[in-house]
């Protein structure tokens, strides 16, 4: 099953003015997950404007259907990053049911976690709202 990537292409570190460049740290994340990816039938990325994570730029989120889904974030955007995220994200796919047992993280996800979210209910009649 596919599990999608989405990256936050506005993400900026914290020394961004200071190093004075054009091209955000997400932009330059986004395109080296990109590359990383291409291949990999089961992962797919997609780029989106803030991810609302900005104290922990740059951030992504990995998310499959029917599955767990997870924000990670403060990466720096380099090409060992990317290929974790990716490598991680093939690991989601490949799991019934989102959850990657630890020992199989690629070392350069651990610590990056930021938050696990429950997939949505299959239908109305698992809406357990009030």
């Known amino acids: 099953m596919t599990s999608w ?3 936050c292409d506005t993400c900026k570190r914290a020394d961004w ?3 004075g460049i054009e091209t955000t740290d997400g932009e330059v994340l986004a395109d080296l997950i990109e590359a990383a990816a291409k291949g990999t039938a089961e992962v797919r990325t997609r780029r989106h404007s803030c991810l609302m994570g900005c104290k922990a730029g740059c951030n992504v989120t990995i998310q499959g259907a029917g ?5 990670l974030g403060d990466f ?3 090409a060992e990053a990317a290929e974790a995220i990716v490598d991680y ?4 796919a490949a799991s019934e049911t989102g ?3 630890y020992r ?3 070392q350069g996800v651990k610590g990056h976690f930021v938050t696990r979210h429950l997939p949505l209910p299959a239908d109305e009649a698992e809406d357990q709202t009030p």
């Open 5 to 7: 990537i989405t990256i």
């Open 17 to 19: 003015e200071d190093r």
């Open 67 to 71: 599955k767990l889904a997870y924000t």
């Open 76 to 78: 720096e955007a380099g």
């Open 89 to 92: 994200a093939a690991l989601h």
């Open 99 to 101: 959850q990657v047992p």
């Open 104 to 106: 199989t993280w690629p």
